[in-house]
Structure formats: C-alpha cells, structure tokens
C-alpha cells in the first residue's frame, strides 16, 4: 500500500504537538524500524519503518518495550545526539516522500532525514553542514553512483522526478499529455506525468473526475477539464489540513487500503480519528488471523540480530578502507624518516619538519609545518619500517575490502528477502525451514547454505500448453529458475524489491499475453509489494537472467527487461488454476 506524499503531509500535521517535546528513550525494534518515545506533558511514541513493505512514521499508542539484543551503530550514534534532546520541528520537502526531523541537544544540533521511497528508504543523521553522520542504510558509491550515502559526506537529496509539478498542471497541458497516450487508463497517465501523485491517489482523482471504473483517455479535450476541476482539491491539501482519514474495506469487511482523504472509488469506507490510526489499523489487518504470528514474530527477531551485525560488519568494513592521499602520506611519511635519519637523535618523540621541508618531502600545499611522530625506543630505519608496513597492510586492505563489502551488501540483500520468505511461509514446516536457515547464517563460516529442498513449487495451468511455476522462498527462487527453466523461457520478477521468481513455460510456443499478465500477478503477489493495488514486474528471456557470484540461493541480476504494472492481489480464478 502507497504511503504517499499526502499521507506523509497528513501525518507531519499529526506530529506537531511533539514540537518542543524530549526524546526520552530510543528503541530499534529491528534492523531498519526505530521507536522515539517523546515527552510532551505525556509519553508519545513515533514508530519510524524503512522496511521496503510499508516503510512510514506514524504515532503509535503501544509502547515498545524491547528491541534487538546488540543496537546497530547507527542506533547507538542516534542515542548519543538524540536522547534529552528538544524535537524542535518537521519539514516536508514540496511533494516529496521525504521527512527531515530537527533536534537539538546537549551534544548539539542535528536532523533526522527520514526518506520513505520504497526499498530504497533510508534514515540519514545530519549535521548543521548536512554533512551526513550515519544512516540506517549505507550506500557506497559502487551502489549509487549519484548519490552515495556515507558518514564524512555531503547529504545529496534524492533527484526530482522528470515530471510535471503541480503547479505547472494547466488544462492546455492536460490535453497534450492525455492526447498523447490515448487507450491508457487515465489513472495511469497522470501517475506517469504529474509529481506527488500515487496509484491510489490517481485512482481516486479519476474516479471523481471521470465515474468509476478504469476510464481510457479517449476524449482528452473533455477529460482534461474535469481532472482539472478536481487535482486541485488534493494537491491543496498540505495548505488547506482538510485531511479525511479513513480506511476502505472489501466485500467480507478486510482492510485493503488507507488514505488520508475518502476514497470513494473502493466503495465501502470507514473513517478513522487520524492517518497514524488508519495506517495501523491496516498493518494490523495484515496480521489478524495468523496462527503463526508468534513464529513469524521470533523469526524476525532473528533476522534484526542478523541484519544488525551484517550492517555493523559493514560499517567496520567502510571504516578500515583507507582514501588514496592518506595512504600515500604514509608512504612520503616514512620515506622523509629515511631522508632525515642522520639527524634523529636517539630517544626523539617527533621529527619536526618546517613548511619548506614539509612541501618538498611531503608533497604538503598548506604552507605549514608538519611533525610526524616517532617511536622513541626504535631506530630512525625501525620508524620507517613500521610506516611502510602499514603503507603495505592498508594497501592490501583497499584491495581486498571492496570485494568483502560487495559481499556485505549481498548478504542484506539476502536477509531482506528472507524476511519476505518469512512473511509469506503458509505453513509451520515452511517457517521451521526458515528457523534453521536463520541459525545456519547466525553460526555458519560459509556463505552458501540454503533452507532446506525445495518443496511444494507451486505449478498453474495457465494454458492447454502453458505452465507457470513460482517460487515462495530464496530456495524455491533457486529451483525454479535454475533447474526447472530453459533458456527460452520467460522469467518474471517484481520489480525492485524482493520477491518470488516465476517462469512461464510454453514449450517452444510463445506466452501469449494474457499469460504473461497472469504470470506477473503472481510475481507481484508474492514480492515485498503484495497488497498494493500496482506493481511493476519485469519479464525477460531466462538467459538473461544469472547467479550473482558468491551469492546466496536465489540471488541473481538479469538484463533486456520489459515492465508491465498489474494488481499487487491476486483475484481468486488464479488460486484455483494452481494444481
């Protein structure tokens, strides 16, 4: 489900009365969500997720009494500048799914970036400079090139969006852009062309404009002047604060959906006091009914420990990497000792350098005296020595360290999808796999064990010749693309997040299109997006799809993709199709 950026303009007007409060206490309830208790008069407690299922920030009423057993070093970086501090107030950046918190306390002033966008949600520390102190999610630059997130550097915001602001909305533009994908549901259009504006934000805008149903831009001359009589209503909203949260329910009474306006379009809806209280009333909607809940509970407790100790593995990897000048200073370091052994004398503690000498042997543009310190109970050689064994111990690192954070980053990725597989296990033996996989990791030297054989793949007669086989699990994932499909098979995975892998298998035959759709909502079903009302899923030809080297079960990149959006529910004529 979005948690879009009205809804996050809905919640930073819920949070206001925390401005002035004290953070109290700090709780990491897993790897990537974190409880701030705030004292305003009263105890309140802002949940803040960057799970990739819903990441969000919310007031939550329970409060939370334990966390992981070791706090990563973000949390621990956060409990030193955030706790007793003042919660001086939030900004919203204009349309964007972005949420900066400012604090200031006994150690200074700072601000909690929260960025809620998906499985690339992040919570980043800043100082005054907003150069960056620490984030949840480390992003090197062999991952972002853009912008890498990184203690020491500058906090680069995320990128606009190409598409149209708001504000630049006009009917005459409305009508170009409608007229330009004529037979694409308008809802889609204007999720593609307009910035802020969500699947479900679009659907909703639609149907008030247009009548219910999935309208076509057919008439765009028309069209255009009713979805501009209504988009500025919603845009409106962060101005006007005329929030109407509320919750929309199916036919049996299930939670489906939350926004912080009506939504009209899904028929029955339920009011609620506020978007913190309809956000929460969906999640716990997600879990009612779950016999294994308690399970599913103490699996993810697992998973943080071991998704804390990867993160604080990684940390201390990204620290021990020396930058390139620092490692030559060693090295012109140890060659001015040599220079100027004969005048060390024994038992010195410095060799002092004046700005000349300092820029002749150092390379030093500052213009300033350098002093190097020595080893007084060794020889002028013995300093030497000491400093080009470093200079080699750290070169060697850098060498050898890219690879293992590589490694690093791998294994989140692999633990991100285990707590899917976690999520989605429908029975006690499925999760009692997970349980020894988890143990496996936690005790385990190597970096290739697996949940157990692959069982139970599920296998749907698409076609008199068609056959769609998924996969539910990191193994499953595994089997099903590596043993049970062909080259010429098409190979479908929801798109940036982590998810099932399903191939459809026609013989030599093509899929035809419904096929695919039908295979794709599968894909989308069983991903880190299931339940939303769309996602991208992208397809391709088996062999462009490989094994990540040194990888886990399951993980893989591919290439020469297509993109097609479908529901993120599948509908029930697909659950009886599987065999």
Known sequence: ???????????????????????????????LTIVLEVFTGRRQQLLLSANASLPCVMLVEDKARRGVETPSPFILLLGKYL???LLQGFYQPVYERVLEMAFSGPEGQVRLICELMGRYSNFILVDTQRVVMDAVKRIPPSLNRYRATLPHQPYVAPPPQAKLLPPQVTAEELHRILEGHSREPVWHVLVDAITGISPLLGREITARALGAGDSIANNPAQQAEKLLAVLPYFIGLPETHAWEPCVALDECGQITAFAP????????IEEMPSISGAIVRYLEERQKGDAYRPVRSHLHMMLGKLQADTRARLASLERSMLPTDELEALQRQANAILALGWSIAPGQKMLELDAEMAASLLGSENGEPVSIPLDPLQSAAANAERLFAQYRRKKAANVQVPEMVEAAHQDLAYLEQLGLDIDLAENRSELDALQRELEELRGSETRHTSAGAPKHIMTINASPRCIILVGRSASQNEEVTFKRASGDDTWLHAHGVPGGHVVVKCGRGEPLPGVIEQAARYAAYYSGKRGEANVLVDYTRRRYVNRIPGSRPGMVTYRNEHTLTVPGILGAQDDDDAL
């Open 1 to 31: 489900m979005s948690y879009d950026t009205l809804t996050l303009s809905a919640v930073r007007d819920e949070l206001r009365p925390l401005v002035g409060g004290r953070v109290q206490r700090i709780v990491q309830v897993d790897a």
């Open 83 to 85: 706790r007793s501090a």
């Open 261 to 268: 306006y009506r939504l009209t379009h899904l028929g029955k």
